[in-house]
């Protein structure tokens, strides 16, 4: 839409309607740093005349500006209506004055009477804010107003500044208010002007009587952050450390002032690695971005939030950095602050309205990792005593509301609990029953809180209190199932342990402990050379036999695999044990799943089931070793059967309660078949120590975790969602790839940071992270096959020759390996198509992929054979290709796709396609 139309259309002015292609124009400022119109006048806007003062007052904008493209979106579009007026809002040094003038000086031009500048030093070095009345007289002056015609009082000099700029086509820049009274006396009486506020607090007023538009400023968006250190150090020195790049955005906590602060550090000091940098933020904290400048220190930066706050709001603010977790309900809060319900959220209101804290969905809140540390350095300045008895409120809270909720959830251990009265001042969330518990649980996401707390309930109980065993228990089940390293504490709760059931749970956590730390003989050693309580429960026995049995397989030789294996089911058999015979044969599928023969696996993996169907203590290895059938058929191209298999699994999982089920499974297939909601559905089932990989009954949530967050990333960023990208690949990193079962199921993972890579311009970035797929020892069960395309498609883009070369060898060996031609023999076709530029391998893969159902891969193959045909100059064939790719694209909601498609075809001269609709004639490759 023409920017200022409704200004162009005003009766007062009679300005024709200006011809402004925005596109164009942005694309020749982002290019010049200059407006098209700055070296004439545009014939639709009237001339100035010469004896009129044309104020200029915008300051120099930031020359390293980068991203908020939304934002700028934003405000070009306030300019679509009469009298426009936007506040942009955020915490300091989030960026709103850079993008403001960014913003301003991009459509100066638009603006031909001149720009109005004040800083109206709300939160600045000098504690008192600018009196509006300064700033009025400082307009007029600007505006050529002799002293003598400025009359002395206050609403008269307003009303004469409204008068000089009445029916002016002017931009208003009125940054760092503290308050709308600051703001009303600069405002325009005209419908003509644009006014511009920047402001940490939200101008509550100015939005409700004066109908300003707010755009609130988060964090940048991790390719952006990439962008400004990128703009700041230079691409050679960035792209000289990927890893520690990565480090220092994400310490940042995409902070733009502190990612600029970072980059002045290492920009002055060019001879230190970024790495030493990443070590001293690491190490320092927010300490690390302070300075004697207080303009260039952010800890003043965000002193200044404060100024306009009460005793009581201040003490809330530091408060809040104490409570465990990552966010905190109003309830929580309460019990906190110790004050009551109404007056906690009209101060967190307070809070909010400054920019100090967030308040997302659910009456969730939340502050800035930065902006915590500050509070936090806050609340080490107060008096112990009101520390500690807010910690022990909001400790009481949950622990209180959570052995509530497992009074319904879990009633037998939660009697063994006992706990001491609440504190005085903590508000309880009723639980009244068991949904309210589940609803209660996921809402504060307790596994994220429950290793902080019960940590500290640990700490002020006594050694003798009786609850202290139970709870060192669960801190150690919390802990491993948060894919952390809680050896010491499992050693000190077994040694603390009296009884016999919970002796053997410890054991157990031990030994998959070890196991994960890569000690295997000393975890099978744990469990060997201890004995098993005549007290425990028989399904205590049966989990150790399974967790032994898991521990003691050994395929790192298939072949002495595979005698072991025999030899193992011929006992298991002689002994009745159907557990372990199935185990036996799950091993034989393992090592025909290695060797690539699908159909010996597929054949042991029914024999498997055979063995447990129908055995209600056994359903949980019955839904593993469905499981492991759904991979098999998924590499026989059997998608029907795959489904059939799903569902089964889902109505096991169902009858027997059972607290492992297929989601992530579901998820990887529903991926492939081109069911993305329906994966995304599955994955927002579970909990992050939900659905594992099981050691009949501990869970480690590693490998589970990196397939759940890494086709959540490549899903979002597929769909240009990179919001969602960051936060999945940033929950990712608390996995190690230390067992071969978390390498196998990695790979997810390392292509959507490869994506990310390519989002953010770095595609021999992006072919580093696949360097994992070339190397088949990595993991041999990975099913790099599917992924080899891409590997071939960024080489050649970055004319990386020997990458493609090994990428071509390693297809080709995994094409050999599979004994019915399936995916990879379709992942071979489509490599050789890309290398050699030849269509009709990659048409091949589409007939393959059309036939069998795989739509996701189809939509790849097709804008593959789509390019190549074109450079074969077979555009009519290009083009059926090139329809058929973006309509399935479209379906998928792959934006990102699309887009690359649509960039790579238009270079080839290959226009895009008007609709997505089902094309009349079928696409090339047959039907």
Not at 107 to 113: E, H, L, Q, V
Not at 130 to 142: C, D, E, H
Not at 191 to 217: E, F, M, P, W
Not at 637 to 653: E, Q
Request: hydrophobic residues 45%; glycine residues 6%; aromatic residues 4%.
């Amino acid at each position: 839409m023409t920017a200022c139309r409704h200004h162009a259309n005003t009766r007062r002015l009679s300005i024709p309607e200006a011809k402004f292609d925005l596109t164009a124009w942005r694309e020749d400022y982002e290019r010049t740093g200059n407006s098209p119109r700055s070296t004439g006048q545009d014939p639709d806007i009237p001339a100035v005349p010469a004896d009129h003062v044309v104020p200029r007052q915008l300051p120099l904008p930031v020359s390293a500006f980068v991203g908020r493209v939304t934002e700028l979106d934003v405000l070009d579009d306030s300019l679509t209506v009469p009298a426009p007026m936007v506040v942009i809002g955020g915490a300091g040094g989030i960026g709103k004055t850079s993008l403001a003038l960014h913003w301003a000086h991009r459509n100066a031009d638009r603006f031909p009477d001149g720009h109005l500048f004040v800083d109206l030093h709300g939160f600045s070095p000098d504690s008192r804010p600018l009196n509006p009345q300064s700033a009025v007289r400082g307009f007029l002056t600007a505006l050529g107003v002799s002293p003598e015609r400025v009359p002395a009082d206050a609403d008269a000099q307003a009303a004469l500044y409204r008068s000089e700029i009445a029916g002016k086509r002017m931009l208003i820049l009125l940054d760092n208010a503290a308050s709308t009274d600051q703001v009303v006396p600069l405002l325009p009486g005209t419908t003509t002007c644009c006014v511009l506020v920047t402001s940490r607090n939200k101008l509550a007023a100015l939005i409700d009587r004066y109908g300003a538009r707010h755009l609130q400023l988060d964090t940048l968006h991790p390719d952006e952050a990439h962008a400004l250190l990128t703009r700041r150090l230079g691409s050679a020195r960035v792209a000289a450390e990927p890893h520690a790049t990565g480090d220092l955005i994400r310490l940042c906590g995409y902070y733009p002032f502190a990612l600029a602060i970072m980059a002045r550090h290492a920009h002055t000091r060019p001879h230190i690695p970024l790495s030493e940098f990443v070590a001293e933020l690491g190490d320092l904290g927010l300490a690390a971005l302070d300075n004697e400048d207080p303009t260039a220190s952010l800890p003043t930066v965000l002193s200044w939030s404060l100024r306009g706050l009460s005793t009581e709001q201040h003490t809330v603010f530091a408060l809040l950095s104490i409570t465990p977790g990552v966010d905190i309900g109003l309830p929580a809060a309460a019990s906190l602050t110790g004050l009551p319900v109404q007056r906690t959220r009209d101060t967190l209101r307070v809070l909010e309205d400054a920019s100090l804290l967030d308040r997302h969905a659910h009456g969730r809140y939340a502050m800035h990792d930065l902006i915590r540390d500050y509070a936090t350095a806050a609340a080490r300045r107060m008096d112990d005593r009101t520390r500690d008895a807010a910690l022990r409120r909001v400790v009481d809270f949950y622990i209180h509301t959570a052995l509530a909720g497992l009074r319904f959830l879990a009633p037998a251990h939660a009697r063994q609990i006992r706990l001491e009265p609440p504190a005085a001042g903590t508000h309880l969330h009723p639980i009244p029953d068991a949904e309210a518990a589940l609803a209660w649980f996921n809402t504060e996401h307790l596994n994220l809180l429950a290793a902080d707390l019960l940590e500290r309930v640990l700490a002020t109980i006594g050694p003798h209190d009786p609850s202290r065993e139970v709870l060192l228990v669960a801190l150690v089940r919390v802990l491993f199932r948060l894919t952390r390293n809680p050896e010491a504490q499992a050693r000190q709760a077994l040694t603390a342990s009296t009884d016999p059931a919970r002796t053997e749970e410890l054991r157990q956590l031990l030994a998959a402990i070890v196991y994960r730390n890569g000690r295997r003989d000393e975890a099978i050693r744990t469990l060997t050379e201890s004995t098993v309580d005549d007290l425990v429960p028989e399904a205590w026995r049966q989990r150790r036999k399974s967790l032994l049995a898991h521990l003691r397989r050994d395929v790192s030789d298939v072949d002495e695999a595979e005698v072991d294996a025999k030899a193992e089911y011929a006992e298991a058999v002689r002994d009745g044990d159907d557990y372990l015979a199935a185990h036996a044969l799950q091993t034989r599928w393992l090592v025909d799943s290695i060797r690539r023969d699908h159909e010996a696996a597929l054949r042991h993996v029914d024999a498997a089931i055979a063995m447990v169907r129908g055995s209600p203590e056994l359903a949980d290895k019955h839904v593993n070793l469905l499981d492991n059938r759904l991979f098999t058929l998924q590499n026989l191209d059997r998608i029907a059967d795959a489904d059939a298999t799903l569902r089964t699994a889902a109505a096991l999982v169902t009858d027997h309660r059972l607290p492992v089920g297929p989601q992530v499974s579901a998820a990887v297939h529903h991926y492939w078949t081109g069911r993305w909601d329906d994966a995304l559905l599955e994955l927002r089932t579970i909990t992050e120590d939900g659905p594992a990989i099981t050691y009949s009954g501990l869970m480690d949530a590693g490998p589970e975790g990196l397939l759940l967050h890494g086709v959540s990333a490549l899903i979002a960023g597929r769909r240009d969602d990179r919001a969602t990208v960051a936060a999945n690949l940033d929950a990712a990193e608390k996995y190690s790839l230390i067992t071969e079962s978390a390498r196998e199921n990695c790979d997810f993972l390392l292509v959507a940071r490869a994506v990310a890579a390519m989002q953010r311009g770095d595609a021999l970035g992006a072919l580093t992270e696949l360097a994992p797929v070339l190397d088949p020892a990595y993991a041999e069960m990975m099913l790099r096959h599917q992924w080899l395309p891409d590997v071939v498609r960024l080489a050649l883009e970055v004319h990386d020759t020997e990458r493609v070369d090994e990428a071509l060898a390693v297809a080709e060996m995994e094409a050999a390996r599979e004994r019915v031609p399936a995916r990879a023999q379709a992942a071979l076709h489509r490599c050789q198509a890309l290398i050699t530029g030849d269509p009709e391998p990659a048409l091949t893969a589409v007939s393959h992929y059309r036939s069998v159902g795989r739509s996701v891969e189809l939509a790849s193959a097709l804008a593959e054979a789509a390019t190549l045909l074109a450079k074969r100059d077979l555009p009519r064939d290009a083009a059926v290709a090139y329809e058929e790719a973006m309509r399935s694209f479209a379906s998928l909601g792959a934006h990102w796709d699309m887009a690359r498609t649509v960039a790579h075809m238009s270079r080839l001269g290959i226009s895009e396609p008007k609709a997505t609709a089902p094309p009349d004639r079928p696409s090339p490759g047959g039907a």
